[in-house]
């Protein structure tokens, strides 16, 4: 069979970042042939880019290589392989664990995808999880045919310094790189000239970026506002001892920029944040809210929380949810403690699985009540909002807020990719229903 006429097959679990990186796979092989199928069962290259932040992340990718076992036994010549962040973790044990594996990638190699599957035809069950000195930018092309979606997601930092005592991604991404600011601006006009109006920067510590220049993330910000034809930009996601004065700024000066942001603070505890080495406390990230609001108060702000982290007391999570209330969150999101092996809080006692749970509904439920009060203080308010695509029901559109709320409204589907004035006239768990205005 000629490559021409291969299929592949992609799933993205985890983090946007995933979702970048697969578009850029598929970008990779394309230039080798292969043609994108949404049917495994079609699929003579099967990928599972994958996610390791939680327990049950990395054991849904085990199910699913069970799953295709059994689609392998069919078609033997199908390759299989595992990418992504649970690839850079286990290594080699992947394919110990998981006969069915044919290559193992880590996320900063997808560039060496072509060469590990002519060694997988060779005979070798490949595993590629070093931390190549090239820039794997460099090498990953881009189809600059294809017409976009109004919305597209742009890498332009990735790794991790901080060592969070919970967090495996400084040894699943590696240190903190930026992409030069040129790259990216020039990545973002060819995603406009295919009708993207809204980019997300992404990295894992976005607002960390710092080119080779010293342009930070601010002037990059502003270097993207002057192409014509972008309309929106948001980043994610945030550490809070990198939201410099220039970045907090730019959320004036930027029109572009929206009024929304993801700034993780994880605990309301200041015992629970330094045995997690983050390195802020309760008190810097509420100053730093409160300089964020400062320059522009209509901020949605987001949040992650971590519940049940070890030696958490009662009095701890209380202090947590004192935070969230001081803050008020538009969304959140809050996951009970899961131990990652590796990192530096794996071995310590755990919080009850029952204590976990019941704080975290807890917790959730506070959470959810913002919500709702910040999604009801938008009834009646008439917002610019991204058309991005057509809804589930007749002549409905869905696109987004501002503040990242999805708004389902009736239009004409000509109307995707613009930017228009919606009124806001009713909401639901986590979207709002909305009429047209013009």
């Known amino acids: 069979m000629s490559a021409a006429e291969k299929k592949l097959f992609v799933k993205t679990y985890g983090c946007q970042m995933n979702v970048y990186d697969s578009e850029r796979m598929i970008a990779a092989l394309g230039a080798q042939g292969y043609a994108v199928t949404d049917r495994p069962k079609d699929a003579d290259l099967i990928l599972l880019n994958t996610c390791h932040i939680r327990e049950k992340a990395a ?7 069970g799953r295709l076992r059994l689609l392998k036994a069919g078609n033997p010549g199908l390759v299989i392989g595992v990418a992504g962040c649970v690839a850079q973790a286990e290594g080699s044990e992947i394919l110990a664990r998981a006969p069915v594996v044919d290559l193992v990638v880590g996320p900063q190699a997808y560039h060496r995808l072509p060469d590990l599957i002519a060694r997988r035809e060779a005979g070798e069950r490949p595993v590629e999880t070093e931390f190549p000195a090239e820039d794997k930018f460099d090498y990953l092309p881009q189809d600059h045919r294809a017409r976009r979606s109004p919305t597209a997601f742009l890498t332009v930092q990735e790794g991790c310094d901080k060592f969070c005592a919970f967090c495996v991604v400084p040894y699943t991404r ?36 710092r080119d080779g220049d010293g342009v930070g993330l601010a002037g990059l910000v502003a270097r993207l506002a002057a192409i014509e034809g972008l309309e929106r930009i948001r980043y994610t996601t945030s550490h809070p001892n990198d939201m410099g004065d220039d970045l907090i700024a730019a959320h004036a000066a930027e029109a572009k920029l929206m009024p929304y942001l993801h700034l993780p603070v994880q605990s309301g505890s200041d015992r629970v944040l330094k045995a997690m080495n983050r390195r802020h406390t309760a008190g810097s990230y509420l100053r730093i809210v409160e300089r964020i609001r400062a320059v522009r108060p209509d901020m949605a702000l987001s949040g992650d929380f971590i519940v049940g982290f070890p030696g958490e007391t009662e009095a701890d999570f209380d202090a947590t949810l004192g935070l969230v209330e001081a803050v008020g969150y538009a969304q959140a999101y809050s996951f009970a403690y899961s131990p990652r092996p590796g990192t530096p809080a794996a071995g310590r006692p755990e919080v ?4 976990r749970s019941e704080r975290l509904q807890r917790l959730q439920a506070l959470l959810a009540r913002q919500q709702a009060a910040f999604q009801a203080g938008l009834v009646g308010r008439t917002l610019p909002v991204l058309v991005e695509k057509p809804g589930r029901e007749q002549g409905q559109m869905v696109g987004r807020s501002p503040y990242l709320n999805a708004v389902h409204f009736q239009a004409a589907e000509r109307l995707v990719g613009s930017v228009v004035p919606v009124r806001i006239v009713g909401t639901s768990a986590n979207s709002l229903a909305g009429v047209l205005a013009a």
């Not at 790259?183 to 992404?202: H, P, S, W």
């Not at 009850?352 to 204590?355: F, G, M, Y």
């Open 174 to 209: 590696g240190a903190e790189v930026s992409r030069p600011a040129a790259r990216v601006v020039a990545e973002a006009r060819d995603l406009v000239a295919r009708g993207v109006v809204e980019i997300t920067l992404l990295g894992q510590n976005v607002n960390a970026y």
């Open 59 to 65: 054991e849904k990718v085990y199910s699913e290589l």
């Open 352 to 355: 009850s699985a029952a204590v």
